[in-house]
């Protein structure tokens, strides 16, 4: 979930001040106007690699994979501490392998991974030395986050890190509305918690400098122990439920980050999207941007993350699963509005991809074989190309190349084609057999070949 725009900035700023737990009223403090001193070109050079890439691969794994439910179901079913122990005393994911998980995402066409080093539940995939809650402790005992670094390293496969915020399981970080430990009959994002509702009771020896500590010494051991990261993505805040940029000092987390790999990118889920420096891409999540992002009136960079299904964590009983076409489609749309694409997979507690994954990424590894020169480097088309009717466009312009994505392939092969005149040769991307486009019509096969989604690839004349 993103932070969500204040619904109520004083209440939220009693709550995010204090942690969650306050009702005395303190002014929270304004973020500052802007943190590092980076220019436009250099912003630009450093993000280059990722707005090229386009398409990422999320991988959420964790004790949640072993209940395959759902990765928050430690607090939405509000499963006591000492039951959930028993996932961490069974974790022993025997079939995982880097250089399996690896592969599988570059065949698929995949340019960067983000594995949850640490989700909300607090169990930490790498071999930490604040925390006894981590992988080497449990059956498993082998350090993941090294295992898969080290491949994502040799394969030439850019590598980052989700980190989330919350903490289920640290003794100092406070209970509010989505924490499991919130007081009975408090539904999961209730109200916005307070006194009356037995907060201060629960919170009390709670310290939340000691657990933004622990988060600022957990980000050191990770970006300083495993090499070169290329991205973090810290996940969320939410103002309006009391934690926000104050609650984890985000601006120390942020410079701490990028002091320690100042070419590291960072989502935008720390409270600071309105400080310049604040956050580098915006973070569009589960559904489709209607137009390119705009962010203090510029076009920004952006990402979608999205699942196969309907849960991040393995969910071995969920079955809305996206078909190929629709998630070639989703990619394709999401690039031609000019953002990324992450893919998520929850591997099982066997720590292998199930057959669903692996079906899906077999699927988008057939296009993106053939197709891929449509995402890579690719953009939103210019202005003054209008699409023919049932098609998306996408945009090389160190190529001048168009393409054209056929979403309502015509019965009688042809398309109205406003920008025939400029085409100077154009064929089907996929086999490059030649495609006639002139007089206005793009004349394609009369039966739609066998592509998940078929694209005519154009040299346009600037
Ligand atoms: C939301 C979900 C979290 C998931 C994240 C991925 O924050 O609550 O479980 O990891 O989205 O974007």
Redesign the pocket.
């Known amino acids: 979930?993103?932070s969500i725009p204040i619904c109520s900035f004083v209440v939220a700023a009693v709550m995010c001040a204090a942690g969650g737990q306050s009702s005395q009223r303190v002014e929270r403090p304004a973020p500052p106007a802007r943190i590092g001193a980076e220019t436009r070109e250099q912003f630009a050079e450093r993000m280059r690699w990722f707005v090229d890439a386009r398409f990422g691969m999320?991988i959420?794994f964790g004790l949640y994979s072993l209940p395959a439910w759902?990765?928050?179901i430690k607090t939405r079913r509000v499963v006591p501490e000492e039951a959930y122990q028993r996932y961490f005393d069974n974790f022993n994911p025997d079939l995982f392998d880097a250089r399996e998980w690896v592969r599988k995402a570059k065949s698929a066409g995949m340019r960067y991974i983000v594995l949850?080093a640490k989700?909300?539940e607090g169990f930490c995939l790498w071999d930490t030395k604040f925390t006894d809650y981590k992988i080497t402790n449990t059956p498993f005992g082998r350090d993941l986050v090294r295992e898969l670094v080290d491949v994502c390293h040799q394969e030439g496969m850019r590598i980052g890190f989700?980190y989330?915020l919350l903490d289920w399981h640290h003794p100092d970080f406070t209970v509010d509305s989505i924490h499991p430990l919130r007081p009975k009959g408090e539904v999961c994002w209730g109200g916005v918690g307070s006194n009356d509702k037995g907060y201060e009771e629960i919170n009390s020896g709670r310290d939340m400098r000691r657990y933004v500590q622990y988060m600022k010494d957990q980000i050191a051991e990770l970006l300083t122990n495993y090499g070169r990261i290329d991205l973090l993505?810290y996940?969320?805040s939410y103002p309006d439920r009391g934690k926000c940029w104050t609650s984890w000092d985000s601006v120390g987390l942020l410079e701490l980050t990028r002091k320690l790999q100042p070419w590291i990118i960072v989502n935008d889920?720390l409270d600071l999207s309105d400080v310049e420096g604040g956050w580098d891409f915006v973070?569009v999540?589960?559904k489709k941007a209607d137009s390119w992002p705009i962010r203090n009136g510029r076009r920004a960079v952006w990402e979608t993350?999205q699942t196969f299904s309907g849960s991040?964590?393995y969910a071995r009983d969920e079955n809305s699963w996206k078909s190929p076409e629709d998630l070639v489609e989703l990619l394709f749309e999401t690039v031609s509005k000019g953002g990324n694409l992450i893919l998520?997979v929850g591997p099982t507690g066997r720590g292998d991809f199930d057959w669903r994954a692996n079906d899906r990424l077999e699927a988008m590894s057939r296009w993106m074989r053939f197709n891929g020169r449509s995402i890579y480097g690719c953009t939103r088309a210019p202005e003054d190309i209008k699409p023919p009717d049932g098609t998306m466009l996408t945009w090389n312009d160190s190529s001048s190349r168009l393409y054209v994505a056929i979403v309502k392939y015509p019965d009688d092969g042809e398309l109205e084609c406003q920008f025939s005149d400029r085409v100077l040769y154009a064929q089907l991307l996929h086999d490059a057999s030649e495609v006639k486009v002139d007089n206005g019509k793009m004349i394609l096969p009369k039966d739609k070949p066998k592509q998940s989604l078929v694209v005519v690839e154009a040299s346009i004349r600037r």
């Open positions: 979930m993103k999320f959420h759902h990765e928050w949850t989700h909300h989700y989330s993505w996940d969320f889920r973070t999540e589960q993350c991040w964590g998520n």
